[in-house]
């Protein structure tokens, strides 16, 4: 049995093994063997500790223009959260690396702040098959028989926007008194909240994202003032902050003050037994010391109801991807078209509560958007999607496409669709063909998905809107990805598409 050690290097020109975006660095991860791979190679799994940080690399530049030496690029595999990878290293080595790009996102990230934005540091170690999370086992399987080197089990690797983040505070102070920061040396402090509905009698828990970008953190945290004018239809006494604390509460708002580069509030909705009329609850940065507001990223509301009925009819909210909170059509004889817009994203508010009061969030490539439908037996219905501005895939070209299922109410697929499906009645093109114009825009003569259904019994039925590899059951040469409509977050995306889409439903 190999004993295996890991190491890695980054292309940054500092002794820092730092991958800064702004500066394009590589970085190089390196497995070595004290004895050959074995017949069929040997396939080696790395974790973190840090959610999504291995999309902070640029996966889809791998994908396409692999830079290996001993290792089989096409086995490259993330786990569940993208917290990890696994490898296959080929039979007979007694090494082997790869190099890839760091990534270089927008700034703020609206995916998920806590690791795309800013300095993260992820210690990446090497696990056996034993320590594979019970949460990643559908991802990382048939991981090899091998021991760790303790002297080479993980490395740490630093991620920074740009090489300012990675200076260290200072130990000692300035002789001379600071001058005033210049904007562009102020922190940047962002907001972003989800879900977009709050339903008091289920008691949802909204989410508050707060990030940090252009800086460090000061010693003691950092106070960010919010202006929150409906605080008091919120439950304060089961408030929860990840990150930080709530330094003062106030008439109309209250104070945060931040410890971590992304801070995460939890604030229920209180059921005060009065009917919402149309409610919203905003939530705002203040101006205060030692910051500046992004903008664009500012602010967030929440609509506030009584129940799930009282969510108007059209309207989309997540999470969607499984029965109990799919989105009711409510067609009837009377009103027998519906039509919906989602995306099939990440959103902080796309997550479930666990019984431990930890949270399960829906990750773009896991996201599936589900709506229920009441049919008579012999009904038909006809499902188009839209595609709109925003559909990617950052490792395939198919992945603008997605796939349209309809599924009974034991989960069973009945009909399903996903590439090269015709085109609807009033379209010229079927899905994967004349997909967007020149200048990149949506061509409207573009169907991204059509089927039509007939109902063998009265009953209730599911339409699942997803990636086109998780819509059917058919593999297209990988592994089978098709989502169960009972599990959360089990959309199996391992292309990562992710997008806008319109549905409309006859």
Same mark, same amino acid.
Request: glycine content about 8%.
């Given at each position: 049995?190999?004993?295996?050690?890991?190491?890695?290097?980054?292309?940054?020109?500092?002794?820092?093994?730092?991958?800064?975006?702004?500066?394009?660095?590589?970085?190089?991860?390196?497995?070595?063997?004290?004895?050959?791979?074995?017949?069929?190679?040997?396939?080696?799994?790395?974790?973190?500790?840090?959610?999504?940080?291995?999309?902070?690399?640029?996966?889809?530049?791998?994908?396409?223009?692999?830079?290996?030496?001993?290792?089989?690029?096409?086995?490259?595999?993330?786990?569940?959260?993208?917290?990890? %990878?696994?490898?296959?290293?080929?039979?007979?080595?007694?090494?082997?690396?790869?190099?890839?790009?760091?990534?270089?996102?927008?700034?703020?990230?609206?995916?998920?702040?806590?690791?795309?934005?800013?300095?993260?540091?992820?210690?990446?170690?090497?696990?056996?098959?034993?320590?594979?999370?019970?949460?990643?086992?559908?991802?990382?399987?048939?991981?090899?028989?091998?021991?760790?080197?303790?002297?080479?089990?993980?490395?740490?690797?630093?991620?920074?926007?740009?090489?300012?983040?990675?200076?260290?505070?200072?130990?000692?102070?300035?002789?001379?008194?600071?001058?005033?920061?210049?904007?562009?040396?102020?922190?940047?402090?962002?907001?972003?909240?989800?879900?977009?509905?709050?339903?008091?009698?289920?008691?949802?828990?909204?989410?508050?994202?707060?990030?940090?970008?252009?800086?460090?953190?000061?010693?003691?945290?950092?106070?960010?003032?919010?202006?929150?004018?409906?605080?008091?239809?919120?439950?304060?006494?089961?408030?929860?902050?990840?990150?930080?604390?709530?330094?003062?509460?106030?008439?109309?708002?209250?104070?945060?003050?931040?410890?971590?580069?992304?801070?995460?509030?939890?604030?229920?909705?209180?059921?005060?037994?009065?009917?919402?009329?149309?409610?919203?609850?905003? %939530?705002?940065?203040?101006?205060?010391?030692?910051?500046?507001?992004?903008?664009?990223?500012?602010?967030?509301? %929440?609509?506030?109801?009584?129940?799930?009925?009282?969510?108007?009819?059209?309207?989309?909210?997540?999470?969607?991807?499984?029965?109990?909170?799919?989105?009711?059509?409510?067609?009837?004889?009377?009103?027998?078209?519906? %039509?919906?817009?989602?995306?099939?994203?990440?959103?902080?508010?796309?997550?479930?509560?666990?019984?431990?009061?930890?949270?399960?969030?829906?990750?773009?490539?896991?996201?599936?958007?589900?709506?229920?439908?009441?049919?008579?037996?012999?009904?038909?219905?006809?499902?188009?999607?839209?595609?709109?501005?925003?559909?990617?895939?950052?490792?395939?070209?198919?992945?603008?496409?997605?796939?349209?299922?309809?599924?009974?109410?034991?989960?069973?697929?009945?009909?399903?669709?996903?590439?090269?499906?015709?085109?609807?009645?009033?379209?010229?093109?079927?899905?994967?063909?004349?997909?967007?114009?020149?200048?990149?825009?949506?061509?409207?003569?573009?169907?991204?998905?059509?089927?039509?259904?007939?109902?063998?019994?009265?009953?209730?039925?599911?339409?699942?809107?997803?990636?086109?590899?998780?819509?059917?059951?058919?593999?297209?040469?990988?592994?089978?990805?098709?989502?169960?409509?009972?599990?959360?977050?089990?959309?199996?995306?391992?292309?990562?598409?992710?997008?806008?889409?319109?549905?409309?439903?006859?």
């Amino acid at each position: 049995m190999p004993q295996v050690s890991l190491s890695t290097s980054t292309s940054f020109d500092n002794d820092l093994n730092a991958l800064v975006e702004d500066q394009g660095t590589a970085l190089t991860i390196r497995f070595d063997l004290d004895e050959p791979a074995p017949e069929g190679g040997l396939n080696v799994y790395v974790d973190s500790e840090v959610e999504q940080i291995i999309n902070r690399l640029d996966l889809p530049g791998f994908t396409a223009s692999p830079t290996v030496e001993n290792i089989d690029p096409t086995s490259f595999v993330t786990n569940f959260d993208n917290s990890g %990878f696994a490898l296959t290293i080929v039979a007979g080595a007694t090494f082997g690396t790869f190099t890839i790009d760091v990534f270089d996102n927008p700034e703020p990230d609206t995916f998920l702040p806590a690791t795309f934005d800013g300095r993260v540091e992820a210690a990446l170690s090497l696990r056996t098959q034993t320590e594979v999370d019970p949460a990643d086992q559908n991802d990382i399987t048939e991981v090899g028989d091998y021991t760790i080197d303790p002297n080479g089990a993980g490395s740490t690797v630093i991620f920074a926007d740009e090489a300012s983040q990675l200076t260290n505070t200072p130990t000692e102070p300035p002789v001379e008194p600071p001058t005033e920061p210049s904007p562009s040396d102020t922190l940047q402090v962002s907001l972003f909240t989800g879900p977009d509905y709050l339903i008091e009698d289920e008691s949802t828990v909204s989410a508050h994202a707060f990030n940090v970008t252009n800086g460090i953190i000061p010693e003691g945290g950092l106070i960010v003032s919010v202006d929150a004018p409906n605080l008091s239809e919120f439950d304060l006494d089961s408030i929860s902050v990840e990150g930080g604390e709530i330094a003062a509460v106030r008439n109309g708002g209250f104070d945060l003050r931040m410890t971590e580069y992304t801070t995460l509030v939890n604030l229920a909705i209180t059921d005060d037994g009065e009917t919402e009329t149309g409610e919203t609850a905003s %939530f705002s940065l203040a101006a205060g010391d030692g910051y500046e507001i992004v903008e664009d990223y500012s602010a967030g509301s %929440f609509e506030l109801v009584d129940t799930r009925a009282d969510i108007p009819r059209g309207v989309v909210t997540e999470p969607n991807d499984v029965v109990a909170v799919a989105t009711d059509t409510q067609i009837t004889p009377e009103n027998p078209s519906f %039509f919906g817009s989602d995306s099939v994203y990440f959103g902080i508010g796309n997550r479930y509560l666990n019984e431990d009061g930890t949270y399960t969030y829906v990750d773009y490539n896991d996201d599936v958007d589900l709506y229920q439908v009441k049919l008579k037996a012999g009904d038909t219905i006809a499902v188009e999607v839209f595609e709109v501005e925003g559909n990617h895939d950052v490792n395939d070209t198919h992945g603008s496409i997605p796939g349209a299922a309809i599924f009974d109410t034991e989960g069973n697929r009945l009909i399903a669709s996903g590439l090269f499906t015709p085109a609807a009645p009033d379209k010229l093109f079927g899905s994967g063909v004349g997909a967007f114009n020149e200048d990149g825009t949506v061509n409207e003569s573009h169907t991204a998905n059509y089927i039509e259904f007939t109902a063998p019994e009265d009953s209730v039925y599911y339409v699942g809107v997803s990636s086109y590899l998780s819509a059917t059951e058919i593999s297209y040469g990988t592994e089978n990805q098709a989502y169960d409509i009972n599990v959360p977050g089990s959309g199996g995306n391992k292309h990562e598409a992710y997008g806008n889409n319109e549905v409309a439903i006859d």
